[in-house]
């Protein structure tokens, strides 16, 4: 199995950035893709960005230009740079890896964005 946990979430401001970090245990071998997901009050769970093993970046139209999305598989950590935010990125952040039939998650973080 793996063992997802995030950090990097708090509050800042309109405009701010911020970095989320994802840190993978267990059957790390086994992760092909990675990404993030959000899912803000009242709202649908979204994808912000997904990378795969090679190095393919995948962004959610609400995130291009602002957020990037990297991966060190050395440390079996996923990272999400959070730039240019908007009180519309509120929302619980949630990291995500696929491995051959199953989806393991995070338990997710908290990122409030002011105006």
């Known amino acids: 199995q793996v063992q997802l946990v995030e950090s990097g979430g708090g509050l800042v401001q309109a405009g701010g950035s911020l970095r989320l970090s994802c840190a993978a245990s267990?059957?790390?071998?086994?992760?092909?893709?990675m990404g993030w997901y959000r899912q803000a009050p009242g709202k649908q769970r979204e994808l912000v960005a997904a990378?795969?093993?090679?190095?393919?970046?995948n962004y959610g139209d609400s995130v291009k230009g602002r957020f990037t999305i990297s991966r060190d598989n050395v440390k079996n950590t996923v990272f999400l740079q959070m730039t240019s935010l908007k009180p519309e990125d509120t929302a619980v952040y949630y990291c995500?890896?696929?491995?051959?039939?199953?989806?393991?998650w995070g338990q997710g973080t908290q990122v409030t964005v002011s105006a």
């Open positions: 995500n890896s696929a491995v051959a039939w199953n989806n393991y």
């Open positions: 267990g059957r790390v071998f086994s992760i092909s893709t």
């Open positions: 990378i795969t093993r090679g190095g393919i970046t």
